[in-house]
């Protein structure tokens, strides 16, 4: 078995093992198997552990990985469940505080292992109760890790919404209105308004037009 690691700021960009222990801010070192990344360990701005993330292969047990783990870092991410489709791949996200799991979703990344869709189960009861998938703008940023600036979020599970609205973030400049803007049957934003269809074609990203599919099984 082959194992690797790397150190990444941030931003995702690769440092050096010695940029990594000299740092005065967060980052990160991803350990990988056989060039699958398998665990990462967060480090805080003193060069401390706040957090850390195991992806499991098929044949590993959840909670007896919980157990072993649990010791050592307490507080763990453990993703199962890969799945793929062309260039995205999606994982369900187990927290768990000690032996205690505290939280449950599903997330999907590009190939730049940015996080394209989001999803939140109740874990009391397996029911989704939060849905949001994120459109990357190319022209306006090279790299984004996280959803953020220059990004267009689309919120399919608001209680406030009626059945089949969506609401979107458009966080682009003077589009940021803060409340987002309500995509239903009679208003779209994207079609409306000439400057955001220019940069959005709505009939051409049918991933965003609905909470599923969460895993595409096209272009995004």
């Known amino acids: 078995m082959n194992t690797s690691i790397i150190y990444k700021n941030l931003l995702g960009e690769s440092i050096t093992q010695r940029q990594a222990l000299q740092m005065r801010d967060h980052h990160l070192k991803e350990f990988y198997e056989n060039s699958f990344l398998k665990k990462v360990e ?6 401390k552990i706040n957090g850390f993330s195991y992806y ?44 205690t799991k505290v939280k449950q979703e599903t997330f999907v990344y590009d190939d730049k292992r940015r996080t394209i869709a989001h999803r939140k189960f109740d874990i009391l009861n397996n ?43 458009i966080n682009i400049g003077s589009y940021d209105d803060g409340d987002g803007c309500v ?11 000439s400057n955001l269809a220019n940069i959005f074609d709505w009939n051409d990203h049918s991933y965003y037009h609905s909470a599923d599919p969460l895993l595409p099984t096209t272009n995004v």
């Open 56 to 99: 499991l292969s098929d044949d590993e047990d959840l909670l007896s990985t919980v157990s072993n783990y649990s010791k050592i870092y307490g507080a763990v991410s453990y993703y199962v469940n890969r799945r793929t489709s062309g260039v995205f791949e999606s994982w369900d996200r187990q927290f768990y505080d000690g032996m």
């Open 127 to 169: 029911e989704v109760f939060g849905t949001i998938k994120y459109f990357y703008l190319e022209d306006f940023i090279e790299y984004v890790l996280q959803p953020g600036d220059e990004v267009f979020e689309f919120d399919y599970n608001d209680p406030d919404l009626d059945p089949g609205d969506i609401i979107v973030y």
């Open 183 to 193: 995509i239903s049957g009679s208003e779209n934003i994207f079609v409306d308004n």
């Open 42 to 47: 967060y480090y805080d701005d003193y060069g």
